[in-house]
């Protein structure tokens, strides 16, 4: 009976938070949840700045090996178009077409933004294979024909970011490429 009592007398109290303090406590709930969510997005944001960094940067490392092996076999090699657009002539011993194309064209929208792209014949359009992307600059090659101590040398820089409004987050690539069956100049 005295425990019925005391249960009684403890369901009646009308004890509990006022309303100040239950206030207090929501802001101070939120605040920290605002701080989570803020971190939270954050690290997803910089994981895929980061991602798509280590894509692009990726994509032209790859590039540059697919167009190594075809500029070492080629036997000539020509430059248009303010240096964005090389021409490789590969002779019969090689795989592939006997012309093919390698050119970096803007992507609609955006400045200092180019696609690297390798297609069969002189033209290069879109609708050749993608290589790269984010590049900064479409001058990416430079030839230096051969002379009678070297063979022809293709110059390739590729400027990669994908974030052009900070500099400093740019991944160059740079390599003198040999056509090994170009002839030297007599």
């Avoid at 700045?49 to 490392?61: G, K, P, V, W």
Wanted: one cysteine or more.
């Amino acid at each position: 009976m005295k425990q019925l009592r005391r249960l009684t007398a403890r369901l009646g109290r009308e004890d509990g938070y006022t309303m100040f303090e239950l206030l207090t406590v929501l802001a101070i709930f939120g605040t920290v949840t605002a701080a989570l969510t803020q971190l939270f997005v954050s690290a997803t944001t910089s994981e895929l700045d980061s991602n798509r960094r280590f894509q692009a940067q990726q994509e032209a490392r790859l590039a540059l090996d697919q167009m190594r092996n075809q500029v070492h076999c080629a036997s000539s090699a020509s430059v248009t178009s303010a240096n964005s657009v090389v021409t490789l002539t590969l002779p019969s011993q090689c795989n592939g077409t006997p012309t093919t194309s390698w050119c970096a064209l803007a992507v609609t929208g955006y400045t200092n933004r180019f696609r690297l792209y390798k297609q069969s014949g002189t033209s290069c359009t879109t609708s050749g294979t993608r290589y790269a992307d984010y590049l900064t600059s479409s001058a990416l090659f430079s030839y230096n024909a051969p002379t009678t101590d070297s063979l022809a040398k293709l110059q390739v820089t590729f400027a990669v970011n994908t974030f052009t409004a900070k500099s400093f987050l740019s991944y160059t690539l740079q390599d003198a490429l040999t056509l090994r069956n170009s002839t030297r100049a007599a």
